[in-house]
Nanobody
Framework: QAQLVESGGGLVQPGGSLRLSCAASGRIFSINAMGWYRQAPGKQRELVAR???????NYADSVKGRFTISRDNAKNTVNLQMNSLKPEDTAVYYCIAQYRVSVSAYEIDSWGQGTQVTVSS
């Protein structure tokens, strides 16, 4: 089982920036996609951004142009640069990795523990 450790959350004023990082470790043969989801109080968890092993990305419409996801395949890490933050970006952000433990194994989803991002003046 892979373990994901997130860092970088915190309190920031509207218009500010934060950078989230996530490192995957453990029994990993390959990682297909890595990404970030978020969950605000009283709302469902939603996809923020995802990046595949070939570097292709997709973003939620609400963050396009403000957030940038990047990945280091050699280090099994993924980052989320968040600029022009808004109060509605406030949520717990979760890292996810979709990986295999061997070439013939099925794909597994592993989640991080979550990191709080609060955008408030």
């Amino acid at each position: 089982q892979a373990q994901l450790v997130e860092s970088g959350g915190g309190l920031v004023q509207p218009g500010g920036s934060l950078r989230l990082s996530c490192a995957a470790s453990g029994r990993i043969f390959s990682i297909n996609a890595m990404g970030w989801y978020r969950q605000a109080p009283g709302k469902q968890r939603e996809l923020v951004a995802r990046i595949r092993s070939d570097g292709s990305t997709n973003y939620a419409d609400s963050v396009k142009g403000r957030f940038t996801i990047s990945r280091d395949n050699a280090k099994n890490t993924v980052n989320l640069q968040m600029n022009s933050l808004k109060p509605e970006d406030t949520a717990v952000y979760y890292c996810i990795a979709q990986y295999r433990v061997s070439v013939s194994a099925y794909e597994i989803d592993s989640w991080g523990q979550g990191t709080q991002v609060t955008v408030s003046s």
